[in-house]
């Protein structure tokens, strides 16, 4: 699991916690401070949603570079068909890397 990611959302998921620990007491004696209130759980919600797909994101990130990294290490090492059809941006295509600068081939190759 990668841990900086788990790391990065835990952080997201306790700043939401303080946001709701800060609207759970605020009074609800008019429309405004109702409304006030909600905004203020509803950006709880919303930042523990994009915490969890920050977290994803960089998860998914991190092992598809290890196993791009591993499969440039052992070249034989099968890896499932639909690997070889995700996209990349192209600016992580063109600029070189530690890969190639080592010697370490092309990546898929023969693709």
């Not at 709701?20 to 605020?26: I, K």
């Not at 440039?72 to 063109?94: E, G, K, Q």
Request: net charge neutral; aromatic share 10%; hydrophobic share 45%.
């Amino acid at each position: 699991m990668p841990a900086t990611a788990l790391n990065h959302f835990h952080q997201d998921v306790a700043r939401a916690r303080v946001i709701v620990a800060h609207a759970d007491p605020l009074p609800r004696t008019s429309a405004a401070d109702e409304m006030l209130r909600s905004d203020l759980l509803r950006s709880a919600w919303m930042f523990a949603v994009g915490a969890m797909d920050a977290y994803y994101c960089d998860a998914y990130t991190d092992i598809v570079a290890a196993t791009v990294i591993s499969k440039s290490r052992y070249p034989a090492a099968n890896l499932p068909d639909f690997f070889y059809d995700i996209r990349f941006p192209i600016r992580a295509i063109l600029e070189p890397t530690r890969i190639t600068r080592t010697g370490g081939g092309e990546w898929p190759p023969g693709r």
